[in-house]
């Protein structure tokens, strides 16, 4: 048998110690067969590793991931991007004409980006419109509750693993619930509307005044997934070294001091992903929002994605060509914010 | 070792033979699995379900699997299904001229083709591609009109007196109102969030929907007095925007909950909605359908329905040609009509009448009037719903007047959208 380099020479000694570990924890059958199974993956990747060279065998283990990755990302992207230059309603892309840049010049026909009533595609834009709002109400109440949250549950208080839990319980539910569940509780014979009639209040019809309609949107966005952002941050406090606190206190540094100049800063690196990924589910949202409001009153709450998705497949013509447009031009936002997050990142380490 | 093997073998085995055996013998002969796709908006799947395994039990050789799916999933995901040609065998449909181009012509197949021209031959040109005058693609599982339903009990607590036949739309508005201020009913008149709703209001008024050469047309004088009477009713409470004002596009929103919970004094839906008013509102309250009310031009409402048909991508067109032979045969059809409270859509058993054994009085009766309202609808009304791209024109209007009702738009900017979208969307259908 030919000599391995010596490079993966050292990696054979845990795989033996391994199996040692394992058949004397599993008794020997157990042990024996797995060995046997490693034994038999062993020896076609060692010739593998012959064949393509040792640098190479990362992309080998990468392959299968790339081919799924492609099949179901790359392969719809391609033909998104090739519906939005054709026409009509056909759903093969052979049997659809080729019109160019239409469906962005049509896209894009505005008299003012800033007043969507000016635009051929007037829901587009409303919609890009009432995501952006969405999108920074959003982030704002996302990452100043989660962060207070956090600092909180970082204390030790009374029940804290409790509370961890509770915040973090609405991350498990389907969006679908959540919206149909806050749906019931805000609809006019709701429990919210039952309380206030109980302390001689009226009731509020919330899905009929745009102002209540946006606001109920992003409460319940931050009230399902505060939780996740939470947990991002407490793992952020709970990795800052705590003779740095030790060093404060001896200091006698006011507490609104240390958060700014120690928590802060430190916890930087995990804000910028709290706040990236906070954008991204933003600009993305679509389930809750179309579930709980239906994207009214009006146009109030309609997002950009439910545009894409009542122009593709809720009209009688499915707008596949105009729908991809909308969807790529989504797309490319989100490139962009992504950019944006690997910058920061890369800046802020 | 070998007395396990032994055993281990006869009981596979006898396993085996069990397995065939309680297949009932199907699989002694070759079977067809066709699927049906359906959709209920009350009883009718059950007794679906109930005709098939008659049919079953007398055609061994054919099996239907019953896929029952919402409303919703007919209209927006059956059509791309349709498309990538991996749909049913046979699917209700309510856009019979939007789904046209992917349905089976039976004809070559059937017993009695004269038999369902002379059934259902009006209605077997909704079902057909533009220029097509011969194809049979289905039949009718219901004929739905559109028409008022009323919260007796209301008026009788309110001391108002309903108004009577030939009463105009504003005159059940001034009642409807009187009598929700007086019991304090959140909702004098409701119509369904639906473009095909408003259009029976639109055609009383004098809408003509299309010009003199079956072009869309659809905003006009009475077009305007229709949306005009919307937008102010909700302005002065007689309508809440809780229906037309509070969601997004085309989304439909029904009124059913409301009226059963007897919120609404005047509901505007249609005929499908009987069965299911019948079952659960029951001695809770007093209700009663009414005729349409009038406009200027007429009392029409809107026909609709659904139908039955064979879809062209199927394999196995003769097998689908003789269960739909079967259900649309006079017996059973007549049956599925009666148990589904559903006004017919076979000639004949209009001619003759149907006996509603399960319904209660209350629910013979407004089956008898929007049977009768059959005879009210305008030609305009007919036209538009033998129109291939209806759907375009109502989604187009529901849209845009929810968001002037909204506050979004003036109404003035929402006629200039509608005509805007209804032209967009056909010039995209006609590029090839």
Redesign the interface.
Known sequence: MTDLPTGIEPQAAPTASLLARLRRAGGTAFGAVLGALLRLVDRPMRLLQQLVGERRMAYVFLLPNLVFFSLFVFVPLAIDLVFSFT??????PSQR?Y?GTDQYAYLFDCGSFFDP?SC?V??FWRGVANTLRFTIFQLVSMVTFSLVTALVLNMPIRGRGFFRAVYFFPVLLSPVVVALVWKWILQ?DGLLNAGLTMIGGQKI?F??D?GWAMFWSVFVSVWAHMGFYTLILLAGLQAIPADLYEAAQMDATPRWRVLWRITLPLLWPNLIVVIVLALIRGVQTFDEVFVL??????????MIV?YIY?TA???????F??AAAASIVLGVVLFLLTLAQLSRTRSAS | MRTITRRAMSAFVLAACFLAGSSGGRGAEAQTVLRMTWYSDGNEGEVMADLLRRFEDKNRDIHVVLDQVPFKAI???L??QL??GQGPDIARVS?MG?LARHMLDLRPYLKNADYWEANYGPFLQWMRVPGDTSSIPGFMTQLTVTGPFVNKTLFEQAGVAMPGPKSSWEDWAKAAKEVADKVQA?FPIAFDRSGHRFFGLAISEGAAVFDGKGQPAVVDDGFKRAAKLIYDWHNSGVM???LW???????Y?GANEEFKNAQVVMYESGSWQISQFDKTIGTAFDWVAVPTPCGPANCSGMPGGAALVGIKSTKHPEQVARVLDYLASEDVIAEFYARSLFVPGHLGLARKGLDYKDASPVANAALKVFSDSVNQLAPAANQLQGYP????IL?AVISRL??A?????TLD?AYK?IS?DVEQ??A??N??
Do not use: I, M, Y
């Open positions: 026409g009509g309603e056909s759903l093969f004409p019109v009533a051929r007037d829901h006019r019809l899905f009929v745009p409001t239906g994207g009214g009153p009006g146009t109030a709450t309609l439910q009542e497949f809720a009209s009688q013509v499915q707008n060509g105009l | 209209n927006e995901n059509p791309v498309a990538s856009d939007g959140p809440s925007k809780e004002g509070s969601v997004a596009g085309a989304t929103r791209a209806s759907r375009v989604n929810g968001q009702v909204a506050g979004e738009v900017e959208r805007g969307q056909l995209e259908r590029k090839k």
